[in-house]
């Protein structure tokens, strides 16, 4: 499953769970290139959204998503 957010730069932030059933998000820019993923998998949402808060980031998806 796929919870997705748009920020104010037009890109999608993307928040999933691996095959290997951990966490991952990865950014797209409005041309869906892949601009940012996280380096490693979570072994929980909330540590997935929390690794995604980083500086460059503009939204804020545990506001909308949980």
């Not at 932030?13 to 820019?29: K, S």
Request: proline share 5%; glycine share 6%.
């Amino acid at each position: 499953m796929v919870k997705t957010e748009k920020d104010k730069h037009g890109r999608t932030w993307e928040y999933y769970d691996d095959p290997g059933g951990e966490w991952r998000w990865r950014c797209r820019d409005a041309n869906k290139k892949i601009v940012f993923a996280a380096h490693r998998g979570f072994k929980t949402k909330d540590d997935c959204v929390e690794n995604a808060k980083l500086p460059r980031m503009t939204c804020d998806p545990s506001q909308t998503f949980w």
